[in-house]
C-alpha cells in the first residue's frame, strides 16, 4: 500500500491556520494594533477603505525592524515575544504565538515599511499569497507601516461570507475602541475612506471615554479603584440609570488586555442587584492588574479568554469593589443603624434647664364606666356608631415617603357622601386606575395604556406623515458614537416625521432644534435617543417588525408616563377615553394586558 500521509506546504498550513486567526477584517486590525502597541509606539494611525476589504493600514512610531527581522517575522511561530515555553506564564505583551502576519501574508497582499532608530535606511517588503514579490531599502520614518491589501483574495469562499461593509466596519470600530480604551496615553487616530473619524489625544482614562462616547459620559462615570495583594482594580462603571438592554459598554482590561469573562461580568451585575432590573445591564471599563503568574492567557488564538489561578477571590473582590463604590457616592441605598431617629422631630433649647419626664396619672379614670360617662377617652368613637369607621376621607392615604407602599388618591371632587360611580376613578399606589364598571372593578395600568395611545398615534404620523413639535430654547447637540450615527441618519427621515428636527454638524455630532409636542423635558434628549436607538437596533437584530412601528413602539415606551406619577382626575380621564378609542386597547405594545377586569363574582368569593 502506498504512502498517502503527505506534509502541507507552508503557504497551504498558512491558510488553514489563517481561518483560525483572520476571520474577518476586524481580526487583521486587531493583530496590526497590538503589534504597535508591543513595539512601544506613542502615535498609531489606522486606515481602512470599503470596511477593510481593500485597505488596512496600521502606522506607527515605534522600534522599527531591522532588515532580518522584516522578513523573519512573516514566517509562521516567528515571534520577539518568547524564547521558551515557561515564558507562557508571565507574558505581558499583547501578541506572542507568532500566526498573526504568517496568517495574513497568506490570505492577502501585504507591504512592509520599517526602520529602527539606528538604520539609516528602511526595509520595504511586498508579500502575497505568502510568496515574497520584493524587498528593498526605502526612505522613510522610525516605526512601522503594514499595509493588508485585497484581504480573502485568494479564499473566495472566506471573503464572500463577509458581511456588510456597515457591519464590518462596526466590528473594526469595536476592536478600535478596546485598544484605545487599554491604552488612553497613547494618541489614535482612525481614518475611513480617506476621512479622519477619530482623533485621540493621549489622556487619561475617563478623558478617553469622553472622546469616545461624548461629553454627556463625563457625569454618568462613577470611579472604581481598589488595590489589595493579588490584585488591583480600577477604572469607571457607569451610574444605574443608565444601564442598557444590550451588553454593549462593557469592558475588562487585565493588564492592558481586553478580555471577555462571564465569571467576573456576573460579579459586577452582583453588585447593581435592587438598582437596575434584572432584564437591563450595567455598564462599565474596568482594569485588572495582577501578576501574569496568575493567570494563563494561552487559552484561544484570539487571546481573549483567560483563565485565573484564583478565580473566586477575583469575583469576590470585584463585586466589593463595584458595590463600594455605587455606595461611596450614594448611588446604592444603605441603611444606617448606628443612628438614633427617635429625636429626628424634637426641638432642644440649648438654653434651657433638662427636667426628668413626667408621669400623669387620670385618678378619675374608671375603666367599667361606659362611653359618655367615661373620663380621660376623648377622641374615641363608640363602637355604636361603627359606620364612622368606614367613612370615606377626602385626603389622600399613602405611606409617609409617598413610595413604595399602596396609596388611593380619591378625587377631590368625591364627597364623603357619595358613591362610587362609572365615571369616578381612583389612582393606586401611582401605578393603577381603577374604574367601577357595571360589571365589577376595571384596573388599568396607566404606564401601558398610555404606551398603547402613544404607539397608535405615532403610527397614524408615520402613515399621515404630519407631526406637531415644539421648539427647544436651546438646541441639543446629540453626541453618538460611530455605529449610533449611522443608525441616527438611517431612521433620521422617520425621527423628523415623528417631531424632531436634527442636521448633522460634524461626524458624529448632530444638532437637534425641536422634539415631538408630548415630549415634556425631564429626560434629557441625549438620554432618550440613546433608548431609542439601542431599542431600534435590538428590534433590527430580533427582526421584530418594520422600521416605522420598531420607532413607533420604541418612541411611545419612551414618551410614557411612567408608574409613580400622580395624574390628575382629567388626565386619568382622558387616558381611558384615548385607551378605548385605540385599535387594540387591552394591550400594551409589547403584547402586555394593559387592563384587568375583577368581576362581582370574584370579589364575593373573597369576603366568604
Same mark, same amino acid.
Request: hydrophobic share 40%.
Given at each position: 500500500? /502506498?504512502?498517502?500521509?503527505?506534509?502541507?506546504?507552508?503557504?497551504?498550513? !498558512?491558510?488553514?491556520?489563517?481561518?483560525?486567526?483572520?476571520?474577518?477584517?476586524?481580526?487583521?486590525?486587531?493583530?496590526?494594533?497590538?503589534?504597535?502597541?508591543?513595539?512601544?509606539?506613542?502615535?498609531?494611525?489606522?486606515?481602512?477603505? *470599503?470596511?477593510?476589504?481593500?485597505?488596512?493600514?496600521?502606522?506607527?512610531?515605534?522600534?522599527?525592524?531591522?532588515?532580518?527581522?522584516?522578513?523573519?517575522?512573516?514566517?509562521?511561530?516567528? +515571534?520577539?515575544?518568547?524564547?521558551?515555553?515557561?515564558?507562557?506564564?508571565? #507574558?505581558?505583551?499583547?501578541?506572542?504565538?507568532?500566526?498573526?502576519?504568517?496568517?495574513?501574508?497568506?490570505?492577502?497582499?501585504?507591504?512592509?515599511?520599517?526602520?529602527?532608530?539606528?538604520?539609516?535606511?528602511?526595509?520595504?517588503?511586498?508579500?502575497?499569497?505568502?510568496?515574497?514579490?520584493?524587498?528593498?531599502?526605502?526612505?522613510?520614518?522610525?516605526?512601522?507601516?503594514?499595509?493588508?491589501?485585497?484581504?480573502?483574495?485568494?479564499?473566495?469562499?472566506?471573503?464572500?461570507?463577509?458581511?456588510?461593509?456597515?457591519?464590518?466596519?462596526?466590528?473594526?470600530?469595536?476592536?478600535?475602541?478596546?485598544?484605545?480604551?487599554?491604552?488612553?496615553?497613547?494618541?489614535?487616530?482612525?481614518?475611513?475612506?480617506?476621512?479622519?473619524?477619530?482623533?485621540?489625544?493621549?489622556? =487619561?482614562?475617563?478623558?478617553?471615554?469622553?472622546?469616545?462616547?461624548?461629553?454627556?459620559?463625563?457625569?454618568?462615570?462613577?470611579?472604581?479603584?481598589?488595590?489589595?495583594?493579588?490584585?488591583?482594580?480600577?477604572?469607571?462603571?457607569?451610574?444605574?440609570?443608565?444601564?442598557?438592554?444590550?451588553?454593549?459598554?462593557?469592558?475588562?482590561?487585565?493588564?492592558?488586555?481586553?478580555?471577555?469573562?462571564?465569571?467576573?461580568?456576573?460579579?459586577?451585575?452582583?453588585?447593581?442587584?435592587?438598582?437596575?432590573?434584572?432584564?437591563?445591564?450595567?455598564?462599565?471599563?474596568?482594569?485588572?492588574?495582577?501578576?501574569?503568574? $496568575?493567570?494563563?492567557?494561552?487559552?484561544?488564538?484570539?487571546?481573549?479568554?483567560? =483563565?485565573?489561578? *484564583?478565580?473566586?477571590?477575583?469575583?469576590?473582590?470585584?463585586?466589593?469593589?463595584?458595590?463600594? @463604590?455605587?455606595?461611596?457616592?450614594?448611588?446604592?441605598?444603605?441603611?444606617?443603624?448606628?443612628?438614633?431617629?427617635?429625636?429626628?422631630?424634637?426641638?432642644?433649647?440649648?438654653?434651657?434647664?433638662?427636667?426628668?419626664?413626667?408621669?400623669?396619672? !387620670?385618678?378619675?379614670?374608671?375603666?367599667?364606666?361606659?362611653? @359618655?360617662? &367615661?373620663?380621660? +377617652?376623648?377622641?374615641?368613637?363608640?363602637?355604636?356608631?361603627?359606620?364612622?369607621?368606614?367613612?370615606?376621607?377626602?385626603?389622600?392615604?399613602?405611606?409617609?415617603?409617598?413610595?413604595?407602599?399602596?396609596?388611593?388618591?380619591?378625587?377631590?371632587?368625591?364627597?364623603?357622601?357619595?358613591? /362610587?360611580?362609572?365615571?369616578?376613578?381612583?389612582?393606586?399606589?401611582?401605578?393603577?386606575?381603577? @374604574?367601577?364598571?357595571?360589571?365589577?372593578?376595571?384596573?388599568?395600568?396607566?404606564?401601558?395604556?398610555?404606551?398603547?395611545?402613544?404607539?397608535?398615534?405615532?403610527?397614524? &404620523?408615520?402613515?399621515?406623515?404630519?407631526?406637531?413639535?415644539?421648539?427647544?430654547?436651546?438646541?441639543?447637540?446629540?453626541?453618538?458614537?460611530?455605529?449610533?450615527?449611522?443608525?441616527?441618519?438611517?431612521?433620521?427621515? $422617520?425621527?423628523?416625521?415623528?417631531?424632531?428636527?436634527?442636521?448633522?454638524?460634524?461626524?458624529?455630532?448632530?444638532? #437637534?432644534?425641536?422634539?415631538?409636542?408630548?415630549?415634556?423635558?425631564?429626560?434629557?434628549?441625549?438620554?432618550?435617543?440613546?433608548?431609542?436607538?439601542?431599542?431600534?437596533?435590538?428590534?433590527?437584530?430580533?427582526?421584530?417588525?418594520? #422600521?416605522?412601528?420598531?420607532?413607533?413602539?420604541?418612541?411611545?415606551?419612551?414618551?410614557?408616563?411612567?408608574?409613580?406619577?400622580?395624574?390628575? *382626575?382629567?388626565?386619568?380621564?382622558?387616558?381611558?377615553?384615548?385607551?378605548?378609542?385605540?385599535?387594540?386597547?387591552?394591550?400594551?405594545?409589547?403584547?402586555? /394586558?394593559?387592563?384587568?377586569?375583577?368581576?362581582?363574582?370574584?370579589?364575593?368569593?373573597?369576603?366568604?
Amino acid at each position: 500500500m /502506498p504512502d498517502v500521509i503527505k506534509l502541507l506546504p507552508d503557504s497551504v498550513a !498558512n491558510q488553514i491556520a489563517a481561518g483560525e486567526v483572520i476571520q474577518r477584517p476586524a481580526s487583521a486590525v486587531k493583530e496590526l494594533l497590538e503589534n504597535a502597541l508591543d513595539a512601544e509606539a506613542t502615535q498609531i494611525q489606522l486606515i481602512i477603505k *470599503d470596511a477593510g476589504k481593500t485597505l488596512i493600514q496600521v502606522v506607527d512610531n515605534g522600534q522599527g525592524m531591522t532588515e532580518t527581522d522584516a522578513r523573519l517575522c512573516f514566517e509562521r511561530h516567528a +515571534t520577539s515575544k518568547i524564547t521558551q515555553a515557561s515564558d507562557l506564564f508571565n #507574558i505581558r505583551t499583547m501578541g506572542f504565538r507568532g500566526e498573526a502576519l504568517a496568517s495574513m501574508a497568506a490570505i492577502a497582499r501585504v507591504e512592509v515599511k520599517t526602520r529602527t532608530k539606528d538604520d539609516p535606511m528602511g526595509t520595504e517588503l511586498v508579500i502575497e499569497a505568502s510568496t515574497l514579490i520584493s524587498q528593498q531599502p526605502c526612505q522613510c520614518q522610525q516605526g512601522t507601516s503594514i499595509s493588508v491589501k485585497n484581504l480573502f483574495f485568494n479564499t473566495p469562499a472566506r471573503r464572500n461570507f463577509l458581511k456588510s461593509e456597515q457591519v464590518e466596519r462596526g466590528h473594526i470600530l469595536s476592536e478600535f475602541t478596546r485598544i484605545a480604551l487599554a491604552r488612553p496615553e497613547i494618541t489614535f487616530q482612525l481614518f475611513q475612506n480617506g476621512q479622519l473619524t477619530h482623533q485621540l489625544d493621549g489622556s =487619561k482614562l475617563k478623558q478617553r471615554i469622553v472622546n469616545l462616547y461624548g461629553n454627556p459620559y463625563n457625569q454618568r462615570l462613577v470611579p472604581v479603584e481598589e488595590n489589595t495583594e493579588l490584585i488591583r482594580i480600577s477604572g469607571f462603571v457607569l451610574k444605574p440609570e443608565y444601564a442598557k438592554k444590550k451588553r454593549g459598554e462593557q469592558f475588562f482590561f487585565v493588564n492592558q488586555r481586553f478580555i471577555r469573562a462571564a465569571y467576573l461580568n456576573h460579579a459586577v451585575e452582583q453588585a447593581y442587584q435592587e438598582l437596575i432590573p434584572d432584564d437591563m445591564h450595567p455598564s462599565y471599563f474596568l482594569f485588572l492588574e495582577l501578576d501574569p503568574e $496568575q493567570l494563563d492567557v494561552n487559552v484561544h488564538p484570539t487571546k481573549t479568554e483567560i =483563565k485565573f489561578q *484564583d478565580e473566586r477571590y477575583i469575583y469576590q473582590i470585584l463585586k466589593a469593589s463595584v458595590k463600594r @463604590a455605587l455606595g461611596k457616592y450614594n448611588i446604592a441605598p444603605s441603611l444606617d443603624f448606628e443612628r438614633e431617629t427617635a429625636f429626628d422631630q424634637l426641638h432642644i433649647d440649648p438654653a434651657a434647664t433638662p427636667s426628668p419626664p413626667q408621669i400623669r396619672i !387620670n385618678p378619675d379614670y374608671n375603666p367599667f364606666e361606659s362611653g @359618655a360617662n &367615661r373620663t380621660g +377617652t376623648a377622641g374615641r368613637v363608640d363602637p355604636a356608631q361603627w359606620e364612622e369607621l368606614f367613612r370615606t376621607r377626602t385626603e389622600e392615604i399613602a405611606s409617609p415617603s409617598g413610595e413604595g407602599g399602596s396609596s388611593i388618591r380619591v378625587p377631590s371632587d368625591w364627597a364623603e357622601t357619595d358613591k /362610587p360611580a362609572p365615571n369616578k376613578l381612583l389612582q393606586l399606589s401611582q401605578r393603577y386606575i381603577l @374604574a367601577t364598571v357595571r360589571s365589577g372593578i376595571m384596573i388599568i395600568d396607566q404606564q401601558r395604556a398610555h404606551e398603547r395611545v402613544l404607539f397608535e398615534s405615532y403610527l397614524e &404620523r408615520l402613515e399621515k406623515q404630519n407631526a406637531s413639535s415644539q421648539q427647544l430654547l436651546f438646541p441639543v447637540n446629540l453626541h453618538l458614537i460611530d455605529n449610533d450615527a449611522e443608525l441616527f441618519t438611517e431612521i433620521l427621515p $422617520q425621527l423628523q416625521i415623528l417631531g424632531f428636527r436634527a442636521s448633522r454638524l460634524k461626524p458624529g455630532t448632530f444638532v #437637534i432644534d425641536a422634539v415631538p409636542a408630548e415630549m415634556d423635558g425631564k429626560e434629557s434628549v441625549q438620554h432618550i435617543m440613546e433608548g431609542i436607538l439601542e431599542d431600534y437596533q435590538i428590534n433590527r437584530i430580533q427582526a421584530k417588525g418594520d #422600521i416605522r412601528t420598531s420607532l413607533a413602539r420604541t418612541l411611545a415606551k419612551k414618551m410614557a408616563v411612567r408608574h409613580g406619577k400622580t395624574l390628575q *382626575d382629567e388626565e386619568m380621564k382622558a387616558l381611558i377615553e384615548n385607551l378605548f378609542a385605540c385599535r387594540m386597547p387591552y394591550q400594551s405594545p409589547a403584547g402586555k /394586558p394593559t387592563v384587568q377586569l375583577l368581576g362581582l363574582d370574584e370579589l364575593s368569593e373573597k369576603f366568604k
